[in-house]
């Protein structure tokens, strides 16, 4: 919305103990953030406030030496080469999963339709809950991150409720007229 606004990271306020500047730091880096703002103090224990998130001002002095700036991108052609290999390969699964999820979202739709023709309820908890455990289940068995896929299942659990929740409103709504 403001792209000309620079976007300033405060390492020493997120994560509240010296220990955690540096790492923070670094990722701000990483997500080519504008700039740092790290709380500096010359005896940081003895400081009147946020005492345990400051650092001195040569621990500062070394922590910007420390910190590593990456680009955006890399001039070497080989570099470009595999990473635009890889790009294609991602674009070509997101195009799967695309179609993946306009199989299922049609299933979705026919799961609805039976559910209003027997005057059943749009959502169903013990579903949902078996849903979940099953998915994070095989998620971890693969290697992944369980709270990641939890979160893809609610944004896909909430669209299909929101399908089949519009399709009982048209179908009440038809029936009223």
């Known amino acids: 919305m403001f792209p ?10 997120i994560g509240g103990k010296r220990e955690l500047i ?3 730091s670094q990722r701000a880096l ?5 700039g740092l703002m790290v709380e500096v103090h010359p005896d940081p224990d003895n400081a009147l406030s946020d005492a345990r998130q400051q650092i001195t001002p040569s621990e500062l002095i070394t922590l910007l030496d420390q910190l590593i700036l990456k680009r955006d991108s890399s001039p070497d052609a080989d570099f470009l080469y595999v990473l635009s290999q890889l790009r294609n390969e991602i674009d070509e699964l997101d195009e799967e999963l695309l179609h993946l999820l306009k199989r299922r979202l049609s299933i979705v739709d026919k799961i609805g339709v039976f559910k209003q023709e027997n005057d059943v309820t749009v959502f169903q908890l013990e579903r949902w809950i078996e849903i979940v455990n099953s998915r ?7 290697g992944m991150d369980e709270t990641f896929i939890v979160e893809v299942l609610k944004i896909i659990h909430k669209e299909s409720i929101r399908l089949q929740s519009d399709m009982q409103l048209k179908s009440n709504t038809k029936v009223n007229k």
């Open 4 to 13: 000309e606004l620079p976007i300033i990271s405060d390492p020493s306020h």
């Open 22 to 24: 540096k790492s923070l």
């Open 30 to 34: 990483d997500l080519d953030m504008d």
């Open 136 to 142: 994070s289940e095989h998620a971890k068995g693969l």
